[in-house]
Nanobody, 118 residues
Framework: QVQLVESGGGVVQAGGSLRLSCAAS????????MSWYRQAPGKQRELVADATSHGTTRYADSVKGRFTISRDNGENTVILQMNSLEPEDTAVYYC????????????WGQGTQVTVSL
């Protein structure tokens, strides 16, 4: 049973920083792309950033220059470093991983709340 466990959310003032972590555990042969999504109240879930196993990254325009995604392939972990946070970044952040095991499918974490206050 594959699980993704997120940590690092919380409440921070505008301009502050938070670091989100997501660790994958269970049987897996490999992990392809690992991603962070977020969903604010009343809005659709949106892609924040993702990173392939080869190190290619991409970001939503709204977070470019402020957020950095990184992976530790040996630890099956993905990190989202969030700097210069804005109230508009307030959302539940979800980790997603494309995992190859018995088959290949996407797995999601349970989500972690990030709240940015003025």
């Amino acid at each position: 049973q594959v699980q993704l466990v997120e940590s690092g959310g919380g409440v921070v003032q505008a301009g502050g920083s938070l670091r989100l972590s997501c660790a994958a555990s269970g049987y897996m042969y490999s992990i392809n792309t690992m991603s962070w999504y977020r969903q604010a109240p009343g809005k659709q879930r949106e892609l924040v950033a993702d990173a392939t196993s080869h190190g290619t990254t991409r970001y939503a325009d709204s977070v470019k220059g402020r957020f950095t995604i990184s992976r530790d392939n040996g630890e099956n972990t993905v990190i989202l470093q969030m700097n210069s946070l804005e109230p508009e970044d307030t959302a539940v952040y979800y980790c997603k991983a494309q995992i190859v095991g018995w088959g290949s499918r996407d797995y999601w974490g349970q989500g972690t709340q990030v709240t940015v206050s003025l």
